[in-house]
């Protein structure tokens, strides 16, 4: 309401009113606000203001923002969590809420909770408050980080490598290198139905089949550098069935598990019942070829009878329907509490935007089938049943993280996994964790991958377009290849490699550069003495390389945090570093020759070999050889590390080559 009142020339002068009003109030921050007061109202005002209003027995949206904000509390009762701190807010209270920190409001009584909120932009404060919020500093001690276990019925090709396997090692060894305890857990996925297909293909034993194809796998992983430090392998675990046996147990006792006869797809000729990789057709959402139970498409669920044109993988043959009986989970009854799981989990946005569409879906979340007729897999109550592959794996999943919880200790736990694989990851497996009681272990972050294309197509090991992974590795130094596949990682979208890139025995472009610029020690050593000088007089050029070594260890800090994390742009970091480096010592070079610049030379010098030390340090999680060996070079023990305040060489270190590449004399 606007009113008029006269000055003492007589001149208009507007006077503002606001009254507090819900019938006008729209919802947004998953709370009821209502404009306020701001400077569209009244020219000049450094603030905005709205009256908000978060109704009984909910929770405002998690957010943040580089507003600064005030809370002045109207009515009500509420916790204020701002960060890891709470605060209970009653009539008349006022809290301050400093930029960029996450904050939301719970109102856990039965009346709502009013306020106003008066926010203004401070850049000075929102540059301090992301000073004081330092990357480094927002990683935990210890770390699971997860990789779905890849199914053994055949090698891994670079599109699986460029997925979640290296990436997650990149992320590993990263945390290491800053002194956290990070241990890395996959495996393989022995009881997927793609090896009882394969085993029937060939006549062989699913066993043999998960054994042979599977030691295969950890080879090829262990040629990537890649070495997890646990491995489930459920077909050669002799107490698996026995562990995952009473994990189910535990779910029977769910009140959403329920036993129904559904009609379900089916091969006469080959007496099977046809789900996941037993049947192909087209997806029934989006039209694409598919298996059973998942559109790796548009990665909606189905039911293998709902597939368009749907035929036996083995002889192909159309499919047949028959009613079967089975147990069923009905994700229903756990979907408020899977939406708020995934509200308080850390989800790229490509998952995020997934699964918002499934569950905001009309029909809801279908029921999902945790038995099925096949002889391959963990028994469970019915002898000609076995536990559904996925229902396996999550649960698997599951046991080996209170496993390491036993064994190891308490830690935050990450998830690395391909797009395909959301609904598995972000909708079962919540719901798994909630019908056991194990909520506790679920992934407080999810890092995704989508597809990696060789020339603009999807790999395709039946059409032979693809390029395997031992091929690549056995031709080439595994740091090329690492450094390559994160280059190309499929981050956010799918990416494309040239079969020409894939198959180059060239190296990539960060370690052909880095091999450029360390074989140059070779020449400074002998110009200028094989041992690291101390620092001397500083020029304002070396005082701003030795500042940029520095920035570029926060960016790349950054870069790893689960909600940001990005090897492309980690490894393009790199590529600038080894550049920067390179042109330091191109314009260094004319100085290091003047008689009364002797004090400069020394920290010229001093600082060409922190540049190498910083390389090994933040070069280690891409190409873990070169690094390793660079790090060695300068004389320091263990693994690379990743310091914070970057310190000098001792002076009088003397590397025991005149470079890192050259070879030592036997």
């Known amino acids: 309401m606007t009113w008029q009142l006269r000055d003492g020339a007589g001149h208009a002068r507007p006077v503002i009113t606001r009254s507090f009003d819900r019938d006008r109030m729209e919802w947004s921050y998953e709370m009821h606000l209502q404009d306020l007061l701001s400077a569209q109202d009244i020219p000049g005002l450094p603030f905005g203001s709205v009256y908000g209003s978060v109704p009984p027995h909910t929770a405002s949206k998690r957010h943040a923002h580089q507003d600064g904000e005030i809370f002045f509390v109207l009515d009500g009762e509420a916790v204020v969590v701002l960060g890891d701190e709470e605060r209970l807010l009653r009539r008349g209270d006022v809290i301050h809420l400093t930029p960029f920190s996450f904050h939301e409001i719970r109102n856990e009584s039965d009346a709502p909770f009013d306020l106003i909120s008066v926010y203004w932009d401070n850049p000075a404060a929102a540059g301090e408050a992301l000073r004081e919020l330092p990357a480094r500093g927002q990683f935990p001690p210890r770390t699971r980080v997860f990789c779905p276990p890849p199914t053994p019925n055949g090698g891994l090709h670079l599109g699986h490598l460029a997925g979640p396997y290296v990436r997650a090692d990149l992320f590993a060894r990263a945390l290491r290198s800053m002194g956290r ?107 694409a070829s598919s298996v059973g139970e998942i559109c790796e498409a548009c990665t909606r669920p189905n039911q293998a009878v709902e597939l368009t044109g749907p035929s036996c993988r083995i002889c192909g043959t159309p499919a047949t329907v028959r009613d079967e ?82 064994t190891e200790g308490p830690a935050t736990t990450v998830l690395f996994l391909g797009l395909d694989n959301a609904y598995y990851y972000a909708v079962l497996l919540p719901a798994l964790a909630l019908a056991t009681g194990a909520a506790e272990l679920l992934p407080t972050s999810y890092v995704t991958n989508q597809f990696l294309q060789l020339d603009g197509e999807k790999f395709s090991t039946s059409r032979g377009h693809a390029v395997w992974a031992d091929d690549a590795l056995a031709g080439s130094d595994s740091d090329a290849v690492r450094a390559a596949l994160l280059r190309a990682a499929p981050e956010g979208r799918p990416a494309s490699m040239s079969r020409e890139t894939a198959e180059s025995r060239t190296g990539d472009p960060l370690t052909a550069a880095a091999r450029s610029w360390l074989a140059g020690f070779s020449a400074l050593r002998e110009s200028h003495g094989d041992t690291v000088p101390g620092t001397g007089a500083w020029t304002v050029s070396q005082r701003e390389f030795y500042r940029y070594l520095h920035a570029v260890t926060e960016e790349l800090d950054g870069l790893l945090l689960p909600g940001a994390f990005s090897s492309r742009s980690y490894v393009r970091a790199l590529d600038a570093l080894v550049a920067r480096a390179e042109e330091y010592r191109a314009t260094e070079q004319p100085l290091r020759g003047i008689a009364s610049l002797a004090e400069e030379t020394r920290t010229s010098l001093a600082l060409e070999y922190l540049a190498a030390k910083v390389f090994a340090g933040l070069a280690w999680p891409v190409v873990p050889t070169l690094a390793g060996r660079v790090h060695g070079w300068l004389g320091l023990a263990g693994e690379p590390a990743r310091e914070t305040t970057w310190t000098f060489l001792p002076s009088g270190t003397a590397p025991s080559t005149p470079s890192p590449l050259t070879e030592e004399k036997k």
Do not use: K
Request: charged fraction near 25%.
């Open 325 to 406: 009986t089975a147990l069923w989970l009905r994700l229903d009854h756990y979907t408020d509490d899977v939406r708020a799981f995934l509200d308080r989990a850390e989800l790229s946005p490509d998952l995020r935007d997934a699964m918002n569409r499934l569950l905001a879906a009309p029909d809801g979340l279908a029921p999902y089938r945790l038995t099925r007729t096949t002889t391959w897999g963990v028994p469970c109550d019915d002898p000609a049943q076995r536990l559904d592959p996925w229902a396996d794996l999550a649960l698997t999943f599951l046991d080996a993280a209170r496993q390491e919880e036993q």
């Open 181 to 287: 305890d990070a241990r890395y857990i996959t495996g393989t996925d022995d009881h997927q139905s793609y090896l009882p297909v394969m085993a029937r293909q060939t006549g062989a034993a699913p066993t043999g089949v998960a054994a042979a194809e599977g030691d295969a796998i950890i080879r090829t992983l262990h040629s990537a550098d890649v070495r997890p430090d646990r491995l489930t392998r459920p077909a050669s675990d002799s107490e698996h069935t026995q562990r995952i046996g009473a994990w189910f147990e535990s779910l029977l006792t769910s009140p959403a598990v329920e036993r129904r006869t559904e009609p379900t797809a089916y091969c006469a000729t080959c007496d099977l019942s046809l789900f996941q990789a037993f049947v192909r057709g087209n997806c029934p959402s989006c039209a």
